[in-house]
């Protein structure tokens, strides 16, 4: 019997995935309008992270979704994009914490702990549905990487709003947007350096050489 002259096939995702990340995908597009929204009306930077934050998670859904049934080698460069995506948010915090440090404006707490309670209640719930998929290919931990970055985020930007509430300066909400960057950055990392090895396993599986037993007979 001849032996398989193919590498084997990569392991698919895990059953429920799919479900579980349509379901992520609203949920964060929907907190993305609302926290975006609120943002600008609060003054917060860090609730404006976080509102772009649940936009690029939202993107990178619709990424897992689109490579979800291709290969290792696929779902490989989809973290990948992923990960560079989470660092250069991280960047991104760093430059509008700066800024907002120049210009010495205030933010609303209010507005920041009611909309914050409301992303960390989503967050949470989401992350807790993918908790079972931390475990997977570079993609799958992707996902639940950004949705427990969130969740931290979220109660980060809670402690922010208090901080605002109780002091009357913007520098809490600054340190939690830094903090957030910080996050994103190391985050984005990890998720990086997994696709790269997920992409050189898929490589080698390709690239290994076929073999199958000598026909009856062959000398």
């Not at 019997?1 to 964060?28: D, I, T």
């Not at 619709?62 to 490989?76: D, E, K, P, Q």
Request: charged share 15%; aromatic share 8%; with cysteine.
């Amino acid at each position: 019997m001849a032996c398989s002259c193919s590498a084997p096939e990569p392991k698919g995702p895990a059953p429920g995935f799919r479900k579980a990340l349509w379901v992520a995908l609203a949920l964060n597009l929907a907190m993305f309008v609302i926290e975006g929204l609120a943002s600008l009306s609060a003054g917060s930077v860090s609730l404006m992270a976080d509102a772009i934050d649940f936009f690029g998670d939202s993107a990178n859904y619709i990424l897992s979704l689109s490579v979800l049934s291709m290969g290792m080698l696929w779902r490989g460069r989809a973290a990948m994009v992923k990960g560079l995506t989470m660092a250069t948010f991280g960047l991104f915090v760093w430059g509008r914490a700066l800024w907002m440090v120049k210009t010495g404006s205030t933010p609303e707490p209010l507005t920041m702990g009611v909309v914050g309670l409301l992303a960390l209640a989503v967050n949470i719930g989401v992350a807790v549905m993918l908790f079972r998929f931390r475990e997977g290919d570079a993609d799958m931990r992707s996902v639940w990487l950004c949705s427990r970055n969130d969740a931290i985020s979220n109660m980060a930007v809670l402690g922010a709003a208090l901080g605002v509430f109780g002091t009357g300066s913007a520098w809490p909400d600054l340190v939690v947007a830094a903090v957030m960057g910080t996050l994103a950055v190391t985050a984005g990392t990890s998720v990086v350096r997994h696709a790269r090895q997920d992409m050189m396993n898929a490589r080698s599986q390709d690239s290994a050489p076929s073999t199958a037993e000598p026909s009856p007979g062959a000398r």
